[in-house]
């Protein structure tokens, strides 16, 4: 596959944050910041070369709202240049970098074996391939954040099942069993990502997860908790799947939202009997847990 990527010089850290955001949201591969001496060389973004079309008329329509949060962007440089494909790899190993994503977990790269991992945090280690989640987009990172909050409010994680839909690389599959939930089932409809999830768990130890092609569809056992991040389009038709699977009193976690998604996504869920719990939120986008109400 051919790759090219974008650059875009600013010295405004709001600015770089909302642009490496809205890059990720269009499809990139990758995002970094090039650091040179000291100084921001700017945010650079990897995207497939087939969709270089798509990405610059997206790029043209988000310039418009963006100078209008941001003055400063009028003045931006948007630079393209093509990635030779046997550079691809070196190039995507700058993007993907030993990190921290939430308190509790420590992402490093499986190509990495210099960095560090901080001895009081779950270290998780990925290959991505082209499976999606990464670790590095914001509604990864929040509903790691919920799957967190949710392990304290439940006396015996061992005894629980926790359904991971669109696993993709199965980092929150991977997070849920460091925290100790004793049942994981991965699922994801991509066979390429079925594949790249269970070559992470090996990497992870995290070898008792079951990982599967299987469709919801075709799932009769009950959950304790669903963790669900995809798109609203995808929640929308799943969501009497997860009404179907969660136990009463269970607990769904949405992510893949942006904020102004929720009230359409409730319309659905409320009537079937989800009560909205906790929410997190990170620039435009949203991920919140709800519980099922019992029956009367």
């Given at each position: 596959m051919e790759w090219f990527q974008i650059q875009v010089v600013s010295a405004d850290e709001s600015l770089k944050e909302a642009i490496s955001s809205f890059f990720f949201d269009i499809g990139a591969e990758g995002v970094s910041e090039t650091v040179d001496r000291g100084i921001s060389q700017g945010i650079c973004a990897c995207f497939p070369r087939n969709k270089e079309a798509e990405v610059q008329t997206k790029i043209n329509d988000y310039l418009n709202g963006l100078k209008?949060?941001?003055p400063s962007a009028v003045s931006l440089a948007w630079n393209y240049s093509a990635v030779p494909q046997d550079n691809w790899a070196e190039k995507y190993?700058?993007?993907?970098?030993?990190?921290?994503?939430?308190e509790r977990f420590f992402l490093r790269p499986k190509w990495d074996s210099?960095?560090?991992?901080?001895?009081?945090?779950?270290?998780?280690?990925?290959?991505?391939?082209?499976?999606?989640?990464?670790?590095?987009?914001?509604?990864t990172k929040l509903?790691?954040?919920?799957?967190?909050?949710?392990?304290?409010?439940?006396?015996?994680?061992q005894k629980l099942k926790l359904l991971d839909v669109g696993t993709g690389t199965g980092i929150l599959a991977i997070a849920a069993e460091h925290l100790g939930y004793g049942n994981v089932t991965a699922i994801d409809n991509d066979q390429d990502a079925v594949r790249v999830a269970m070559e992470n768990m090996v990497v992870n130890g995290a070898t008792r997860i079951e990982v599967t092609g299987?469709?919801?569809?075709?799932?009769?056992?009950?959950?304790?908790?669903?963790?669900?991040?995809?798109?609203?389009?995808t929640h929308l038709m799943l969501a009497k799947d997860y009404r179907r699977l969660l136990?009463?009193?269970g607990l769904l976690i949405l992510a893949g939202l942006l904020g102004g998604q929720t009230k359409q996504i409730e319309s659905v869920l409320l009537p079937l009997g989800f009560v909205?719990?906790?929410?997190?939120?990170?620039?435009?986008?949203?991920?919140?847990?709800?519980?099922?109400?019992?029956?009367?």
């Open positions: 209008e949060g941001f190993k700058e993007f993907y970098r030993a990190q921290k994503l939430t210099e960095t560090t991992i901080p001895t009081d945090m779950f270290p998780i280690i990925l290959d991505p391939g082209q499976a999606f989640g990464t670790g590095l987009h914001p509604s509903s790691m954040k919920l799957i967190e909050d949710a392990a304290g409010l439940y006396p015996n994680l299987k469709p919801i569809s075709e799932f009769n056992q009950s959950f304790d908790l669903i963790v669900s991040n995809i798109l609203l389009e136990i009463p009193g909205p719990q906790q929410k997190y939120l990170y620039q435009e986008w949203t991920a919140t847990s709800y519980c099922l109400r019992s029956k009367s």
